[in-house]
């Protein structure tokens, strides 16, 4: 391979490295849940285990009924309808240009 040709791939490979890691942490919350205002004293909870998911622009929304479309609520709700939690506890949310992504212990 010429060296011009190395040196353009090698280029390309790392632009499209850095490309993919501009995801930066928006919010760190010990609980938070779209379905679940509070729970009672004395409510006992299992741990299910970890839960991620991403919301990104253009997605169809879970939980928002109109051209108001919250981001963070959207991808909270798909967290906790594909792990089944009432809540999500030790929750990062993290952005990119077009996505948020929710990671967090979903509790049942």
């Known amino acids: 391979m010429k060296p011009a040709l190395l ?3 090698a ?5 499209a490295a850095v490309g993919c890691s501009n995801r930066y942490t928006i919010l760190s ?7 679940t205002p509070s729970l009672p004293d004395g409510t006992t909870v299992t ?14 929304p879970i939980v928002s009924k109109d051209d108001n479309v919250g981001l963070i609520d959207e991808a909270v709700a798909k967290a906790q309808q594909k ?5 999500l506890s030790d929750v990062t949310i993290q ?4 996505c948020v992504y929710v990671e967090g212990m979903a509790m049942r």
Do not use: F, K
């Open 7 to 9: 040196w353009a791939t």
């Open 11 to 15: 280029a390309a490979a790392a632009l």
């Open 29 to 35: 919350v010990p609980a938070v849940s779209m379905t």
């Open 47 to 60: 741990q299910a285990g970890r839960v991620e998911a991403q919301y990104c622009l253009g997605d169809d």
């Open 83 to 87: 792990s089944g939690a009432r809540y």
């Open 95 to 98: 952005r990119d240009s077009s």
